[in-house]
Antibody, heavy 123, light 107 residues
Framework: QLQLQESGPGLVKPSETLSLICNVSGGSISSTGYYWGWIRQPPGKGLEWIGSIYYTGSTYYNPSRKSRVTISVETSKNQFSLKLSSVTAADTAIYYC???????????????WGQGTLVTVSS | DIQMTQSPSSLSASVGDRVTITCRASLGISSWLAWYQQKPGKAPKLLIYAASSLQSGVPSRFSGSGSGTDFTLTVSSLQPEDFATYYCQHSNIFPITFGQGTRLEVK
């Protein structure tokens, strides 16, 4: 059974870089037909897609965050990571990693999610 | 970017009620629409994809319909475990966007 697990600091200082890792188990991150993505949710608010990566390294980012976001994949460790630079309090959120398909029948649907990790930006 | 707008933002209902949530896309997306359920403290759960296909393991009281720009999620007979927040998401192109969510509460 595929499982995803986020890890990383729960507290980041303003202007610093938020770094998270998503470990994938029960399946290969190199499986064709799947992207690996990051989604965040500020406390009490809705879902925002941050970006996605294919195992080959191809990335797609939310244009509103693109200048600060880097997503990378390490296939040998079966994990992918998120870096968000120059964070502010507005980046405080629960960060989820998730898998989504790349083709039909559903398109980019998130069928497996990590449990999420709360990252607070505060000095 | 394709904007997804849900209505209502919140909804009060009782066990056994039939409820419908609407999602509108700013551009036509054919049937590239998914619905998720999120309970407090949990990750979202995929309910429906391709506008009307039920994800494996999801109860048949959930159904989806629509194409183009207008979509609906219907729960035919609410159960206690269905009180949650529901999100739509277009699934055809990047950037991926979600609706703002509909909170389904106990009346």
């Amino acid at each position: 059974q595929l499982q995803l697990q986020e890890s990383g600091p729960g507290l980041v200082k303003p202007s610093e870089t938020l770094s998270l890792i998503c470990n994938v188990s029960g399946g290969s991150i190199s499986s064709t037909g799947y992207y690996w993505g990051w989604i965040r949710q500020p406390p009490g608010k809705g879902l925002e897609w941050i970006g996605s990566i294919y195992y080959t390294g191809s990335t797609y980012y939310n244009p509103s965050r693109k200048s600060r976001v880097t997503i990378s994949v390490e296939t040998s460790k079966n994990q992918f990571s998120l870096k968000l630079s120059s964070v502010t309090a507005a980046d405080t959120a629960i960060y989820y990693c998730a898998r989504h398909e790349s083709t039909a029948p559903g398109g980019y649907i998130f069928d497996h999610w990590g449990q999420g990790t709360l990252v607070t930006v505060s000095s | 970017d394709i904007q997804m707008t849900q209505s209502p933002s919140s909804l009060s209902a009782s066990v056994g009620d039939r409820v419908t949530i609407t999602c509108r896309a700013s551009l036509g997306i054919s049937s590239w629409l998914a619905w998720y359920q999120q309970k407090p403290g949990k990750a979202p759960k995929l309910l429906i994809y391709a506008a009307s296909s039920l994800q494996s393991g999801v109860p048949s009281r959930f159904s989806g319909s629509g194409s183009g720009t207008d979509f609906t999620l219907t729960v035919s007979s609410l159960q206690p475990e269905d009180f949650a927040t529901y999100y739509c998401q277009h699934s055809n192109i990047f950037p991926i966007t979600f609706g703002q969510g509909t909170r389904l509460e106990v009346k």
